[in-house]
C-alpha cells in the first residue's frame, strides 16, 4: 500500500534507495520513484509500472546526491501513470506518502486559489503545495511542515526533502506504519524493518501523530501536541539478506512449499512436546475468565479466523463473534467486559484490522494479535502477541501466513479449552499428535503437485468457478475462490453448501466448475446430497477429500486426494490443495502470480 523510505547519506544514496524500494515493492507496483537534492536542487526521476522501468530509467539517466527520498505506489487518487508517481514536488519541496489525504479536494482548491499549479491527480501534490505555501510566508521547511500537519486529515506517513537542505529529512506518521533508522553518519527512513534492514537494525518508530525533523547528527521527534518525546531505538530482526526465489518459479511457489517447515516453527513455538500440551508462557492473560472472544481481520486472514470460531465455540465452548474489520470497524458494536478480542494479520499494518483494534481496545476488551512481523503496528498495540513464524511473505497471494495462522489459532483454542476444562487431557493430547503430523501430511500433499496441472487446465478455461464446504470446510472454500480470483483473475465464489439450494445452484451447467472442499467428517454424508444436486444439474466437479472418489457416489470432473487426519486439523491440510489449485490456474492463463494486478500485500489505507 505504497512503501516510502529515505536517505540522508554519506555517499550517492540513488542505488541505496532503489535497493530499498526493492524490499517494499510488495506494498504496491504501479509506479516508482525517487527524488535526491543534488547541488542543492531537487532532482527527480520516476516510471510506470514496475521498479525494473525505474532502474531501467535511472541506468539511462542517473541521479547524483547524497540525500533523497524514494517512493513504490499502489495507486488511491489518480491513475498509475508516470504523472501520478511519487516523488512530488516542486522546486521547494519533494514529498513521499503513504495513506490518504481525506480532505485533499478542499485544500486544494484553497491552494489553487492562491496560485498554485499541480501537475497530478493525487492527493499527495497538495502537502507539496501546502508546505511551499507555508514557506513563502516565511516559514522554515520544519514549522512549515508543522503547519501543514495541522491541516491534514486522513491517514498518512510522510518523507519529506527540501532544496538546499541537504541536511534534513522530515518524516510524518499518522495511520500508517514509519520507521526511522540510525546509520553510522547516515539516516534512513522507511515503512518497514525489510526495507532498511541493509542498512542498519537500529530503529525508531515513530508513535501515532508524530513527526521528526531528521538530520546526519541529530532526531528530533515530537507528538501531536508539538511536544518534543523521545521515543525508544528498538534491534530489528529483519533479515538483511536478499530475499530470493530460491528453485522456484515464483514466490508463492516457494512459499506454499516452505509451509511444513513453518507450520512446524509455529506449532514448536505453542506446544510442550514433552508433556502434549499447548503453552503459553509469554501471554500473560487469565484465559479462564474470558467470557467471550472477538475476532476480527481482512481477507485470508479472516477466514483463517472464521475457522477459529468453529474451534473455539465447539472445543472452548466460548461465544465467538467474528466479521471482516472494514465493516466491524464503524458497527459500534456492544462488547462485554472480560471480552478477548483477536486480531489477524500477516503485515500486522492493515488498517482496518488496527482500526477495529483500537475500538475494541477503547471498549475495555483484552487485544491479543496474531501476527507474522512482530514489529508492526497492530503487534505493538497489543495486550499479547501471537506470532506466526511463517517468515516473509513476499507473493501478494498470502498462502504459508495462513496455515501459520491457522496453526497459532488452534493453538488458542486448545489453551482456552483447558483454561475453561471443555476438553479432557485425552483428546488434548490426540489432537496436539495430530497437529504434529500436519507438516507431514502437506508434506505427501506437495509431492502429488504434478496432478495439479492437468486440473489447472480445465480451470482456466472457465468464466466462474463455485467452491463448496460445510462448517469447518466453508470458510476454506471462501479462501479457495478468493485465491483463484486474486491471481488467475477467474471469477469465484465460495458458498456454504448449503446454501447452494438458496440461489447459486442457478448458475450451475455443465460450464462451471464446482470446487468442493469435503473431508470425511461428520458433514460429509450432509455435503454429498449438495453434490447430488450439483450433478443432476450437469455440474462439473472437482471433490478434495480423503474420502476416495466412490465414496462421492456421483460423477466427478477431477479428485484430489487428501490424507486422512483428526477432523479438527483438517482445514489445515484442505488449505494447500486450494492453493495449489489457484496457483497452477494462474500458470496456466499467464498472469503476474506474486504480483497481481491492482493489489498490494499490506493494505494500509481503508
Ligand atoms: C489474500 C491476501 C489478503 C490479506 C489481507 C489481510 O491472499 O493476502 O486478503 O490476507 O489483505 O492482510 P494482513 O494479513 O496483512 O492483515
Keep these: 500500500m505504497c512503501g516510502i523510505v529515505g536517505i540522508l547519506g554519506s555517499k550517492p544514496v540513488a542505488n541505496d534507495l532503489v535497493e530499498a524500494l526493492r524490499r517494499l515493492e510488495y506494498r504496491g507496483y504501479d509506479s516508482a520513484g525517487i527524488a535526491t537534492v543534488q547541488a542543492g536542487q531537487l532532482a527527480r526521476r520516476r516510471a510506470e509500472g514496475k521498479l525494473t522501468n525505474l532502474a531501467n530509467r535511472l541506468s539511462d539517466e542517473p541521479l547524483g546526491g547524497l540525500s533523497g527520498i524514494g517512493h513504490t505506489r499502489w495507486a488511491t487518487h489518480g491513475k498509475p501513470t508516470e504523472d501520478n508517481a511519487h516523488p512530488h514536488m516542486n522546486d521547494h519541496v519533494s514529498v513521499v506518502h503513504n495513506g490518504i489525504i481525506e480532505n485533499f479536494g478542499e485544500l486544494r482548491d484553497e491552494l489553487i486559489e492562491a ?78 524493518a525489510i526495507a532498511l534492514a541493509p542498512f542498519t537494525t537500529a530503529l525508531t518508530y515513530l508513535g501515532e501523530g508524530d513527526w521528526a525533523a531528521i538530520t546526519r547528527n541529530e532526531t528530533r521527534i515530537y507528538n501531536r501536541e508539538g511536544e518534543r518525546v523521545e521515543r525508544p531505538k528498538v534491534t530489528s530482526v529483519a ?26 516453527h509455529t506449532l514448536t513455538n505453542y506446544i510442550d512436546m514433552a508433556n502434549h500440551q499447548v503453552d503459553f508462557p509469554e501471554l500473560g492473560l487469565d484465559l479462564a475468565a474470558i467470557d467471550r472472544v472477538t475476532l476480527s481481520a481482512c481477507g485470508t486472514a479472516y477466514y483463517a479466523g472464521l475457522v477459529a470460531k468453529y474451534w473455539i465455540e465447539r472445543y472452548a465452548r466460548l461465544p465467538v463473534q467474528i466479521d471482516v474489520a472494514s465493516e466491524m470497524r464503524y458497527r459500534e458494536a456492544p462488547l462485554p467486559a472480560n471480552g478477548l478480542a483477536v486480531f489477524i494479520s500477516q503485515s500486522g499494518e492493515t488498517a482496518d484490522t488496527l482500526a477495529t483494534l483500537r475500538y475494541c481496545r477503547d471498549q475495555g476488551q483484552t487485544i491479543a494479535s ?114 483463484l480470483k486474486e491471481i488467475s483473475y477467474i471469477h469465484a465464489e465460495g458458498y456454504a453448501a448449503g446454501e447452494l439450494k438458496h440461489g447459486p445452484i442457478a448458475l450451475i451447467d455443465e460450464k462451471m466448475p464446482v470446487v468442493v472442499v469435503a473431508p470425511k467428517d461428520a458433514l460429509f454424508e450432509k455435503t454429498i446430497s449438495n453434490m447430488q444436486e450439483v450433478a443432476a444439474r450437469g455440474g462439473q466437479m472437482i471433490l478434495i477429500s480423503d474420502a476416495s472418489p466412490d465414496e462421492a457416489g456421483c460423477p466427478l470432473m477431477q479428485h484430489i486426494q487428501t490424507p486422512q487426519a483428526h477432523p479438527f486439523v483438517m482445514p489445515l491440510i484442505q488449505a494447500v490443495p486450494v492453493q495449489l489449485l489457484a496457483y497452477h490456474t494462474a500458470v496456466q492463463m499467464g498472469t503476474d502470480v506474486d504480483q497481481p494486478r491492482n493489489l498490494a500485500k499490506s493494505v494500509t489505507v481503508e
Design 115 to 192: 496560485g498554485h499549479t499541480f501537475q497530478s491527480e493525487t492527493d499527495t501534490e497538495t502537502i507539496v503545495h501546502l508546505v511551499t505555501h507555508y514557506m513563502n510566508t516565511g516559514l522554515q521547511p520544519e514549522e512549515a511542515v508543522k503547519a501543514a500537519l495541522g491541516r491534514l486529515k486522513g491517514a498518512f506517513a510522510l518523507g519529506i526533502i527540501f532544496a538546499n537542505h541537504d541536511d534534513l529529512m522530515i518524516a510524518a506518521r499518522q495511520g500508517s506504519p514509519l520507521a526511522i533508522g540510525h546509520g553510522d553518519g547516515e539516516m534512513y527512513l522507511g515503512s518497514d
Design 239 to 264: 533479515s538483511a539478506l536478499t530475499i530470493d526465489k530460491g528453485n522456484h518459479r515464483h514466490f508463492m511457489h516457494k512459499e506454499i512449499h516452505e509451509q511444513p517447515e513453518v507450520i512446524s
Design 370 to 483: 496474531i501476527v507474522n512481523v512482530r514489529t508492526s503496528t497492530i503487534a505493538r498495540e497489543s495486550d499479547a502477541i501471537l506470532p506466526t513464524l511463517a517468515g516473509p511473505e513476499i507473493g501478494v497471494a498470502s498462502t504459508k501466513a495462513f496455515t501459520c495462522q491457522l496453526a497459532a489459532l488452534a493453538c488458542l483454542t486448545l489453551a482456552l479449552a483447558r483454561a475453561r476444562n471443555t476438553i479432557s487431557k485425552e483428546e488434548e493430547r490426540e489432537i496436539i499428535a495430530a497437529l504434529t503430523e500436519v507438516p507431514r501430511h502437506i508434506a505427501t500433499m506437495l509431492r502429488s503437485e504434478p496432478h495439479y496441472t492437468d486440473i489447472a487446465y480445465e480451470l482456466s478455461k472457465a468464466k466462474d468457478v463455485l467452491y463448496l464446504g460445510r462448517g469447518i470446510n466453508f470458510p476454506l472454500a471462501m479462501e479457495g475462490a478468493l485465491k
